[in-house]
C-alpha cells in the first residue's frame, strides 16, 4: 500500500485539477491544493479568467474538504516566461510560451513554494505519467492514457529532480472518466469547459494582445518568385503555416499567374528579417512547407543526459502524430539534427521539437532551423526574384 504523503495539488479551477486532489484526497493523502495567480497586467480584461477561476478551485477546495492557498507568481513569470516570449516574438520566432511556463513556474517557482509548505510531492492535472524504471533507478516521462490529451510534449523540459517530486493521477484516466467522476461526486465546475488560451494569459485576441508589447513595423508580402503580393502588418505577427489573416485572398498582380492555381489557400512559408518581408505561398503542400530535417537547441533531455543518436519518433508541433525519424549530431555540441522519414509540414523556428521512443518522452528543444523540400532553401527567395 502507497505510503501517505502531503502533497500540494496546483488548483486552477478546472475539472482535470479539481479530480486531481480528489483522488489523491481518497487515497488518503493530506492534500493541501494552491490557487497560482500568474497574470495581473489586466485583471479586469473579459479575457483575464484567474478571478473566476479562483472562485471555481475555492468551490472545489470546500467540496473536496481541502484548505487552498491563492499564491502570486506574476514577476516571476512576467521574468522567467512573459519576457522570453516576447523576446522570441521580436526575433521573428514562434515560442511554446506553455512550455516554459510548466518548466520555470508550474514545477520550478510552484514546487519551490510547496516545498517550503512541507510537501514531499506535487501534483497537477496534466494528461502525463511518470514511472521509476527499475533498470536505471531514473524517473521517466510517459505520455497520458488518453492520446487525445496527451499533454506529454508541453512537458519535456522537467528534469529527473522535478518528475521525482510529481503525480500526475489524471494521465492514467481518459478524459471522459474524469468529467464522469467529477459529476458523480458533485464536483461545482464538472462542465466547465478546457481552457486554451495562452498559459496563464487566457483566451483573448492574440494579435491585439501582442501589440500591446510589440513594435509594428508593415513590409511586404512576397511570393515565391519575389513579386509584392501583399502588405504585413509586422513579422512578430505571424507564424509558418499561418493562413488566416494574411489580407491577400483576393490578390492577383497584374499580368502575374500565382502558382499552385488561382484559388489555393495562401500560407505563410517564411520571414526575412533584414529585409522584413514575409513570403507566402499557394497550397498546403508546397515544398517551401515541407521539410526532411530540423536542427534544434536549447537542449533539455528528462533522464538530464542526451539520448543516444538513432532511430526514434518527434513531433514538432503539439497535435501531431509521432513521426518516425533519426536523431543525429548538430553542426554545434549543444544542438542536434532530426531527419524525418516523411516530410514535417510548417516546421516552425521557436517550436519545440520533443523525441520519443514509444510512451517515453525523452525530452527535446527548441527548433533552430529546418530545412525544407525546396532547393537551397536559403537563397531560394533571391535567386526567384532575380528571375522575375
Known amino acids: 500500500m502507497q505510503a501517505k504523503q502531503r502533497i500540494v495539488v496546483g488548483l486552477s479551477g478546472g475539472v482535470d485539477s479539481a479530480v486531481t486532489a480528489w483522488l489523491l484526497k481518497k487515497a488518503g493523502h493530506e492534500v493541501v491544493g494552491i490557487f497560482m495567480k500568474n497574470w495581473e497586467d489586466d485583471d479586469d480584461s473579459e479575457y483575464c479568467s484567474s478571478n473566476v477561476d479562483f472562485v471555481d478551485a475555492a468551490a472545489v477546495a470546500d467540496v473536496i474538504g481541502i484548505e487552498i492557498e491563492h499564491v502570486n507568481f506574476a ?227 528528462t533522464a538530464d543526459a542526451a539520448p543516444a543518436t538513432g532511430a526514434y519518433a518527434a513531433k514538432t508541433r503539439y497535435r501531431q502524430a509521432d513521426a518516425p525519424c533519426t536523431l543525429a549530431g548538430g553542426p554545434t555540441p549543444a544542438s542536434r539534427v532530426l531527419r524525418f522519414a516523411e516530410p514535417q509540414w510548417a516546421v516552425t523556428p521557436g517550436q519545440s521539437a520533443v523525441l520519443y521512443d514509444g510512451e517515453v518522452c525523452l525530452g527535446g528543444g527548441v527548433i533552430a532551423s529546418a530545412e525544407t523540400l525546396a532547393e537551397d532553401a536559403a537563397s531560394a527567395p533571391e535567386r526567384a526574384a532575380a528571375r522575375a
Open 75 to 301: 514577476a516571476d513569470y512576467k521574468d522567467r516566461v512573459f519576457a522570453e516570449f516576447l523576446r522570441e516574438y521580436s526575433a521573428g520566432r514562434t515560442p511554446n510560451p506553455d512550455v516554459l511556463c510548466n518548466a520555470e513556474i508550474k514545477f520550478k517557482a510552484f514546487l519551490d513554494h510547496a516545498l517550503r509548505l512541507g510537501a514531499e510531492k506535487i501534483a497537477t492535472g496534466h494528461y502525463a505519467r511518470v514511472r521509476l524504471n527499475a533498470a536505471t533507478a531514473r524517473h521517466e516521462l510517459l505520455k497520458g492514457l488518453d492520446p487525445a490529451k496527451d499533454q506529454s510534449y508541453f512537458l519535456h523540459r522537467l528534469t529527473q529532480a522535478q518528475l521525482a517530486k510529481t503525480l500526475f493521477p489524471v494521465g492514467e484516466l481518459h478524459k471522459t472518466e474524469v468529467r464522469r467522476i467529477a459529476a458523480e461526486i458533485g464536483l461545482p465546475n464538472a462542465r466547465k469547459k478546457d481552457s486554451t488560451g495562452i498559459c496563464f494569459i487566457g483566451e483573448r485576441p492574440f494579435r491585439e494582445f501582442l501589440n500591446r508589447y510589440l513594435q509594428t513595423k508593415p513590409g511586404p508580402i512576397k511570393d515565391e518568385r519575389g513579386r509584392k503580393i501583399g502588405e504585413h502588418v509586422g513579422l512578430s505577427f505571424y507564424t509558418l503555416g499561418q493562413r488566416q489573416g494574411l489580407g491577400i485572398g483576393g490578390v492577383r498582380e497584374k499580368g502575374a499567374q500565382r502558382g499552385g492555381g488561382d484559388h489555393s489557400p495562401w500560407f505563410v512559408a517564411r520571414k526575412d528579417m533584414a529585409t522584413n518581408t514575409l513570403y507566402a505561398v499557394q497550397g498546403h503542400d508546397h515544398p517551401w512547407l515541407l521539410s526532411h530535417e530540423l536542427v534544434f537547441d536549447d537542449l533539455s533531455w
